[in-house]
């Protein structure tokens, strides 16, 4: 049974960094995409970004390009999230999801497995 745990989230200021892992058991790592979801109160879950299975392809949302950098370490099953610049806008719980297709896919259903969350707030 594939498990993914996050850790990292906290309690920031605007301006602030965080750095997001998600350590992977129980299955074959990188046979994986791995990408990183957020979930807003009141909101959908949204895709943040996704990285392919050897680490080279990768692929973000508008909204995290240019701040948040997203990397995998295939000998410690772990995925990052390095985030930057953190905006109160950025406050949610972050997921990270796993999924056996061939190419990094945004929408939330396709992910075959997901992490609990680590909660990101960000004051102003």
């Not at 993914?4 to 994986?32: I, M, P």
């Not at 995409?33 to 080279?56: C, H, L, T, Y």
Request: proline fraction near 3%; aromatic fraction near 12%.
């Amino acid at each position: 049974q594939v498990q993914l745990k996050e850790s990292g989230g906290g309690w920031v200021q605007t301006g602030d960094s965080l750095r997001l892992s998600c350590v992977v058991s129980g299955g074959t790592f990188n046979a994986y995409i791995m990408s990183w979801f957020r979930q807003a109160p009141g909101k959908d879950r949204e895709f943040v970004a996704g990285v392919g299975r050897n680490g080279v392809n990768i692929f973000y949302s508008d909204f995290a390009e240019g701040r948040f950098t997203i990397s995998r370490d295939n000998v410690k099953n772990t995925v990052h999230l390095q985030m930057n610049s953190l905006k109160p806008e950025d406050t949610a719980v972050y997921f990270c999801a796993a999924d056996d297709a061939p190419e990094i896919r945004t929408p939330v259903t396709l992910y075959d497995y997901w992490g609990q969350g680590t909660q990101v707030t960000v004051s102003s």
